[in-house]
């Protein structure tokens, strides 16, 4: 099909980085049509923004993205009927290309069409058919703006458009401007703003693909000055206005003049003030007026010296030789002060300043403030072009930090509008400072980890901090960026609790322990009481469970279920029921039933029917998936506070089977074991040490210190992290689940989570609760007390009997020690590691082992390293490369014989540990690592054959057992006679390494003492 974009495309000069190309395009307008070119590439029909400065010349980029389409026929939204009539204008001598001298066609063929009224019929779509360009608003294409006795909007046919542009595209996430955007959703898209957010913060939708910087615009010659004049008395900025205008008139004739109300009633007023004070003639333009095109048309040309607008009639309002604007009324959006700062802000014809005029009540007014405000947070070069005018409210050049960075005074709370999630807390027994009636608390006098204190609603105390960051990919460069973090705490009236939002958790930490009383009677919110946030909610569709193990993981019951989709309550299955508890639970809900208490505030809902909301026990917090303002953000508070309160059974509707635990306030029995959370068995964990900052990975131990008589609410503990030789002292409260001491001081993380990010100790252990076995049947984890779920019966220790079981009275004694005397001087030896194990009385276990084990399997393709350094993978490794199997030996030794739990314990937690070496490459990497090291780990037997092995290792090809060697612990015993802790122990251990495809076994005393 023949039409004028195509006709016409080979008398365009496209935009080029040649030197030699004729056209005198600005650099804003290469850009934009580059960045255009590139998006078109992607054949995404994805909305695409193009940000550019008001007067920047964006009509012009609009005819070159139509050649470039090569289209049919374009739609052109625009906000305005006045502003329909001046594109349409442009578009029909393609004005911008013919002023860069970038078209040599004739333009006759052209036929571009202002589209009025709202289309009810083919024929009123068919009526455009011969058009090129068709630009038309809103209320003409959207069913929002129809009224409600109008006949229903028809579409045009499929195919009709081939390309929809959007001017003043800061409109968009509006509904009525959002439906058409989505009308024409199979259509390409370019959006066109000077201000790629609304008010409101919104985004617009799709991907901003171009934006020029205000500063590149005053560089490039597009902006210059605009300065401020304030007046003090009744109508002098009347008087002002005509005397400026006078003067700019007598180098410039075109100069003309703006000026601002907000309501048309006051424009009549106006209009009659400045003619009975002063000669200008002006003209009103607004939605009642007719003739407004005409009019905009005269003040182009001089031939009026003003106008006095209404609101929106300032947008793209295109006038080049505009020099002064009269604010009577300010403006009180920020796109609005962008669109007028933008064209008083066009260079003239004579270079001279532009002026803004404004009684003092209205510089002072709020919405001006905050206006003002919002225009350098958008970009901060409009410092440089009004500066007068932003100096009112800020100072720019007194930044929060050296390197321009923008003061945190002009952050105005109307803005701020953070996620709704929250960390919950009990006041039962302290308060919180800034809302405490005997409080004497001083912001100004409080400690500096407070940052930035914002205004806030009644019961919301928030502040802004900072921090000095390194880039993530280098350690120890001198470079530093500054990183904003917002801190908001909610206290809601008769509700003892406090919400905490926060972006930073260490910072946040700091902050708790200055505005809370007693930082040390501060919890999180227990699970069972954070489960009432989810009752009530009205037709809840479950989107999201993660259920936890509070039990032992197994091959067929793993740690964690996490189930995702639509109704997910229905995946949750009986067996899950005593072993299982919600980790998080995350639903969607109608919230037209909750109210008047509801979350459903136009903020947070997900539609206009639904919203949603989401607990973690893990972290004792709720959240939504949406944003709001301060007072929205309060009023979700307040609502949780009541529901939380509540008189209710806490549990959740459809989850309820679920094994909750008890929350219990003392350990009802001595608690004989504690154990790392299972996971961090498992995985890396790093440990950063207080007195030098550095982060060291570590094998995380616990151990309780010292018996206690029960009941009791609190136990002693210590945190052992090897290699690094850190003994953590700490005191683990179960009533308050909470965990203080040494720990505090100290930070943990999980490299291997990319999105790890350091806690400080309690806050670790929080999250990661260590297992506590109070009894053969019973475990205590954050707070909870749970019931085993299988008993003992079925379980027979000697099935776990090896089978190189030795005699141990043929090495040692009964009372041996596990290492050879010269193993504490090991790094003084001077002789091969290798062979000083020849040259030792087997008379301890280690040695004994050496001997057992070379004797049973040492052939030519046997490897046996021994690793107990400290930070081991296990005392002893061996691989039979023939039958392809790995094991792993833990070795320990008592002064008796018999079934105790000590015997076990460290075994235990050994044995998990060498899980994450199991079906992993970084097995051979390790012992190869260690060996060349020289620091004692080495290879005892078959070193040849180790480097032939790791020379084509592949991990899954290799079958793996973990064994635990004790020469004192007698495995032929009934757990349920009077032993049963060790054979619980057993039996979890067992069922956790078999989950992994690993065998576990076990060389015991077997006969050796009888």
Avoid at 123 to 138: G, N
Wanted: charged share 25%; aromatic share 8%.
């Amino acid at each position: 099909m023949s039409t004028f974009f195509t006709d016409y495309a080979a008398d365009i000069t496209f935009p080029s980085s040649q030197s030699g190309n004729s056209a005198k395009y600005r650099q804003c307008q290469k850009g934009a049509y580059w960045a255009i070119k590139a998006h078109k590439t992607t054949n995404s029909n994805s909305p695409a923004t193009i940000s550019l400065p008001t007067g920047g010349g964006k009509t012009a980029v609009m005819m070159l993205a139509a050649f470039e389409y090569e289209v049919d026929r374009a739609l052109i939204i625009v906000p305005s009927d006045a502003l329909r009539s001046q594109v349409v204008d442009r578009f029909d001598e393609l004005e911008g290309l013919n002023k860069a001298d970038a078209f040599s066609g004739d333009t006759d063929d052209l036929e571009v069409h202002s589209h009025e009224g709202r289309p009810t019929t083919e024929d009123d779509w068919e009526s455009h058919r011969d058009a090129d360009v068709v630009v038309s608003t809103p209320n003409s294409v959207s069913e929002v703006y129809a009224n409600a006795d109008e006949d229903p909007l028809l579409l045009p046919p499929d195919g009709f458009f081939d390309l929809l542009m959007v001017d003043e595209a800061h409109h968009t996430p509006a509904p009525g401007w959002r439906e058409v955007l989505e009308s024409f959703e199979n259509l390409p898209q370019l959006l066109f703003t000077a201000t790629p957010f609304r008010r409101e913060d919104q985004p617009l939708p799709g991907e901003l693909i171009y934006h020029y910087p205000i500063e590149e615009a005053r560089n490039d010659g597009i902006y210059h000055e605009v300065g401020l004049d304030t007046v003090t008395g009744p109508n002098q900025e009347i008087e002002e206005a005509a005397s400026t205008l006078r003067s700019l008139q007598e180098s410039n004739k075109r100069a003309t003049l703006l000026a601002r109300t907000d309501k048309i009633s006051k424009v009549n007023e106006l209009l009659d003030t400045y003619e009975d004070e002063t000669d200008l003639e002006l003209r009103a333009v607004h939605s009642e007026t007719e003739n407004n095109h005409e009019t905009i048309e005269q003040l182009r040309d001089g031939a009026i010296d003003g106008v006095v607008v209404v609101n929106k009639f300032t947008e793209g309002l295109d006038v080049a030789n505009l020099q002064v604007a009269v604010f009577h009324e300010s403006p009180k959006s920020f796109p609005k002060m962008v669109q007028i700062i933008g064209r008083l802000a066009r260079k003239p014809v004579d270079d001279a300043p532009a002026t803004i005029i404004a009684t003092e009540e209205t510089v002072q007014s709020e919405s001006m403030s905050e206006a003002v405000r919002q225009l350098y947070r958008d970009d901060t070069g409009w410092a440089d072009i009004a500066d007068e005018l932003i100096s009112e409210y800020l100072s720019p050049q007194q930044s929060d930090s050296t390197g321009g960075a923008p003061p945190l005074d002009a952050v105005s709370p109307d803005n701020i509008r953070p996620y709704k999630s929250v960390t919950v807390y009990t006041l039962d027994d302290t308060v919180f400072e800034p809302f405490a009636d005997d409080s004497d608390f001083d912001v100004g006098e409080a400690d500096r980890s407070l940052g930035y204190v914002i205004s806030s609603p009644d019961s919301v105390w928030g502040c802004i901090t900072t921090t000095q960051e390194s880039p993530t990919w280098g350690t120890d460069t001198i470079l530093q960026s500054k990183t904003y973090n917002l801190h908001l705490y909610c206290a809601p009236d008769n509700s003892d609790l406090l919400f905490e939002y926060t972006s930073d958790s260490r910072r946040a930490k700091k902050i708790r322990s200055t505005l809370v009383r007693d930082q040390t009677t501060i919890s999180q919110i227990e699970g069972e009481r954070l489960s009432r946030a989810m009752q009530s909610l009205s037709a809840p569709k479950f989107r999201a469970a993660g259920m936890n193990n509070v039990l032992v993981p197994s091959g067929t019951q793993p740690e964690h279920k996490l189930l995702t989709g639509n109704d997910v309550q229905g995946a949750v299955y009986h067996s899950d029921s005593r072993r299982y508890t919600h980790g998080h639970i995350f639903a969607s809900f109608e919230s037209d039933t909750e109210a008047p208490d509801s979350d459903s505030d136009e903020s947070e809902s997900t539609s206009s029917t639904s919203n949603t909301r989401g607990i973690s026990n893990t972290t004792g917090s709720i959240w939504s998936n949406s944003k709001g303002d301060l007072s929205s953000f309060e009023r979700w508070c307040v609502t949780l506070a009541k529901k939380l309160t509540a008189d209710r059974e806490p549990t959740i509707q459809h989850f309820g089977t679920l094994n909750q635990g008890t929350t219990v306030d003392v350990f009802s029995s001595e608690p004989f074991s504690a154990v790392p959370f299972p996971a961090l068995l498992t995985k890396k964990v790093e440990l950063q040490e207080p007195s030098t900052g550095d982060w060291n990975e570590i094998n995380l131990a616990i151990e309780i210190d010292d018996s206690v008589d029960t009941p009791t609410s609190s136990v002693d503990v210590c945190v052992s992290a090897e290699p690094v030789n850190s003994s953590i002292q700490c005191t683990y409260d179960i009533a308050t689940n909470q965990w203080s001491g040494e720990i505090t001081d100290y930070q943990f993380r999980l490299p291997d989570v990319r999105t790890h990010s350091s806690l400080p100790g309690d806050e670790f252990l929080r999250k990661y609760p260590p297992r506590f076995h109070v009894d053969a049947s019973t475990a205590v984890m954050g707070g909870a007390e749970y019931a085993a779920e299988t008993t003992l019966d079925e379980f027979d220790p000697s099935s776990l009997i090896m089978s190189l079981q030795p005699d141990w009275s043929d090495y040692i004694n009964e009372k041996a020690t596990e290492k050879p005397p010269w193993w504490d001087h090991i790094s003084d030896l001077d002789y091969n590691l290798s062979a000083v194990w020849d040259l030792t009385p087997t008379k301890t276990v280690f040695p004994a082992m050496v001997e057992i084990l070379t004797s049973e399997y040492g052939g030519g393709e046997y490897v046996l390293f021994c690793g107990d350094m400290g930070d081991e993978i296990a005392d002893f490794i061996d691989f039979k490369r023939d039958d392809k199997e790995i094991t792993f030996y833990h070795c320990k030794r008592s002064k008796s014989a018999g079934v105790r739990v000590n015997y076990f314990k460290d075994i235990y937690h050994q044995t998990l540990r060498s899980l994450r070496y199991t079906y992993n490459r970084e097995l051979v990497d390790q012992i190869h690592n260690e060996h060349e090291r020289d620091i004692g780990s080495h290879i005892i037997h078959g070193k040849d054959t180790f480097e032939d092995i790791k020379s084509d290792f592949v991990a899954s090809e290799w079958d793996y057992t973990i064994c635990g060697v004790h020469p004192g612990l007698k495995l032929n015993f009934d757990p349920e006679e009077n032993n049963e802790n060790v054979g619980r122990l057993l039996s979890e251990c067992t069922e956790q390494v078999e989950r992994y495809d690993v065998d576990f076994a076990m060389i015991g005393a077997g006969d050796s003492w009888d």
